[in-house]
């Protein structure tokens, strides 16, 4: 499957800016930081990649007009439902394996 992610660390990001979005809750470049482990720096360089490809969108937020925060575009959605639909029959597999041994 060709993934839509350049590294590893995008791939953390955009599960990171989904779940934020499920949630209903909003993350930022520090939040992503916090969560992934990764310099702020690496973060920001990742998520302006994203954002020119069409995977995140940014918006100021309401509440602190520095801060921007991070949200999932269609794309990205897109990009996880493939990846999950990918997955499952090998997360099924193997879930049977472990209950059948």
Same mark, same amino acid.
């Given at each position: 499957?060709?993934?839509? /992610? !350049?590294?590893? @660390?995008?791939?953390?990001?955009?599960? /990171? @800016?989904? !779940?934020?979005?499920? $949630?209903? =809750?909003?993350?930022? @470049?520090? %939040?992503?930081?916090? @969560?992934? %482990?990764?310099?702020?720096?690496?973060?920001?360089?990742?998520? %302006?990649?994203? !954002? =020119?490809? %069409? $995977?995140?969108?940014? $918006?100021?937020?309401? *509440?602190?007009?520095?801060?921007?925060?991070?949200?999932?575009? !269609?794309?990205?959605?897109?990009? /996880?439902?493939? /990846?999950? *639909?990918? #997955?499952?029959?090998?997360?099924?597999?193997?879930?049977? *394996? $472990?209950? #059948?041994?």
């Amino acid at each position: 499957m060709q993934s839509a /992610f !350049e590294n590893d @660390v995008q791939w953390e990001i955009a599960l /990171f @800016v989904i !779940e934020s979005s499920l $949630l209903g =809750k909003s993350i930022d @470049v520090s %939040g992503l930081a916090h @969560v992934t %482990g990764r310099a702020r720096n690496t973060i920001a360089v990742q998520v %302006g990649t994203m !954002e =020119k490809e %069409g $995977l995140l969108n940014s $918006l100021t937020d309401n *509440k602190d007009q520095r801060r921007k925060v991070f949200l999932p575009t !269609e794309n990205l959605w897109s990009e /996880f439902d493939s /990846f999950v *639909k990918a #997955v499952t029959p090998d997360i099924a597999r193997a879930s049977y *394996k $472990l209950q #059948v041994t």
